[in-house]
């Protein structure tokens, strides 16, 4: 039955365990037949997409830990003229170093580059799930032995249960049949703080309302520093509305269709 990999992203802190310990484990070893040693620099089979978002105030930093997906309907392993890929029963998708010829074919058609060519040896190469491991002894990949925050994990699909129904896949990967799956990708965010100029004082409790083209909704209120935070919502172009008791109404617009949007200070006057 086939494993795969579920990464929860709401648990992942950066730390960069799990590429490190990739490359530890790969350099300067052969694991023939499974793989032949990693370059010490240019490739990472398991490499953290690391990327800041928003604008000051509201910044934060999204990690995306990204390896090969070992796709079902693989695009690489259909463009490889030497039928050097190979599927493992357990899902696990192989390069034989020993049968690729260096044709790069595969390099170009991996929808989310994670397949490397090393020059020196003329080969392609990528994440092999530790499949040596796996076949003396180990149960996980060191990437998923070595995180702290459990933020990867690696069994048979159906041990995942509901987990599964709830994930989602990266968009290159996305109808290939990907078996690498993750919780809480980043979508986009709007914050923002209420501030009453006039009292010289932020708004407090003030409900804060925004309204998507498309029609998704959402409702919070300014907390004790006068901040508002909407997290996790479909990137659109959302109408906010501010309302409190005794002020007058105030309307901004925010556009998250690229990237997400701090919309700073929000003055609000009385009525």
């Known amino acids: 039955m086939a494993k795969a990999f579920l990464i929860d992203l709401s648990h992942c802190n950066g730390c960069y365990n799990c590429q490190i310990v990739c490359k530890d484990e790969h350099c300067d070893k052969d694991w023939l037949p499974y793989a032949a040693e990693q370059p010490e620099t240019g490739q990472f089979w398991m490499r953290i997409d690391e990327k800041v978002r928003g604008q000051v105030p509201w910044v934060r930093v999204s990690y995306i830990p990204t390896l090969c997906a070992h796709c079902v309907d693989a695009p690489c392993a259909a463009a490889c003229n030497s039928e050097a890929f190979t599927r493992r029963s357990d899902g696990l998708l192989l390069i034989n170093p020993e049968a690729c010829t260096g044709c790069r074919n595969c390099v170009d058609s991996c929808p989310q580059g994670s397949i490397y060519f090393n020059d020196k040896l003329n080969i392609a190469q990528k994440c092999t799930g530790c499949a040596h491991l796996l076949d003396n002894g180990w149960n996980v990949p060191r990437c998923v032995d070595a995180c702290a925050h459990d933020a990867i994990q690696f069994k048979e699909e ?54 998507g083209r498309s029609g998704f909704t959402a409702t919070t209120e300014t907390d004790d520093l006068g901040d508002f935070k909407f997290d996790q919502i479909p990137p659109d172009e959302y109408t906010l509305t501010i309302t409190a008791n005794d002020y007058t109404p105030l309307t901004v617009t925010a556009n998250v269709t690229v990237a997400d949007f701090s919309v700073g200070d929000l003055i609000i006057s009385k009525a």
Do not use: M, N, W
């Open 158 to 211: 159906s041990e995942f249960g509901a987990l599964l129904s709830k994930a989602e896949q990266l968009p290159g990967v996305c109808g290939l049949g990907a078996q690498v799956y993750y919780l809480h990708l980043p979508k986009r965010f709007i914050a923002g703080s209420v501030v009453d100029l006039q009292a010289d004082e932020v708004l407090i409790g003030a409900t804060v309302a925004i309204e």
